[in-house]
């Protein structure tokens, strides 16, 4: 089955640029997704489409994509960026969706 | 606003069954997928599948057919996720969330419910 795989975790400190990455063989062809999940709360989109933001989300998030790796970046990051991040996409029929394994992001 | 509001905690004994439900509103309910996805305690997160709002019809991932049902009600908004033959390992935090697409290959959820923790537990 089809897999996205994300680093376990990352660390930065407050005001510098956190970059979470996210690999899989269709991301050439499909798009990537990214939630923010807080603990004991459900999660939140925060990137659409590789680069789009939803409105109310900070301009300081941002996400690229190159090859099979698409990458949220965070930038000045704060204590309230510290979540779980998790990236969705698809499989090659856009039928079955899956999730990322996650990352921990501390600040 | 749109929000979906889910059903409270339940506890359940292992071989029961559970129904946990999803009430949508402010926007046309059969105008969006939905989606049911599941979080262990302490993990990722787990794509369940689908549900069409305006046919019924229902896709499931894998690992998640069989036991797994979701229905709708449409005079009520609602979309539900029942779970029979409980084990322990279906011991989660279950979410519903809408599906926005733009395309058959492109989707995503937003807003998303809750979510309802189903305890399965002797």
């Known amino acids: 089955s089809y897999e996205l795989t994300q680093p376990p975790s990352v660390s930065v400190s407050p005001g510098q640029t956190a970059r979470i990455t996210c690999s899989g063989d269709a991301l050439p062809r499909q798009y990537a997704y990214w939630y923010k999940q807080k603990p004991g709360q459900a999660p939140v989109l925060v990137m659409y489409?590789?680069?789009e933001r939803p409105s109310g989300i900070p301009e300081r998030l941002s996400g690229s994509s190159s090859g099979t790796t698409v990458t949220l970046i965070i930038s000045g990051v704060q204590a309230e960026d510290e979540a779980d991040y998790y990236c969705?996409?698809?499989?090659?029929?856009?039928?079955?969706?899956?999730f990322g394994g996650g990352t921990k992001l501390t600040v | 606003q749109v929000q979906l509001v889910q059903s409270g905690s339940e506890l359940k004994n292992p071989g029961a069954s559970v129904k946990v439900s999803c009430k949508a509103s402010g926007y046309t309910f059969t105008s969006y997928r939905m989606n049911w996805v599941r979080q262990a305690p302490g993990q990722g997160l787990e794509w369940m599948g689908w549900i069409s709002t305006n046919t019924g019809n229902a896709t499931y991932a894998q690992g998640f057919t069989g036991r797994f049902v979701f229905s709708l009600d449409t005079s009520v908004t609602t979309v539900y996720l029942q779970i029979n033959s409980l084990k322990d390992e279906d011991t989660a935090v279950y979410y519903c969330a809408r599906l926005l697409s733009t395309s058959s290959t492109e989707s995503w959820s937003d807003p998303w419910g809750q979510g309802t923790l189903v305890t399965v537990s002797s």
């Open positions: 969705q996409s698809a499989d090659s029929s856009g039928a079955q969706w899956v």
């Open positions: 489409k590789d680069t």
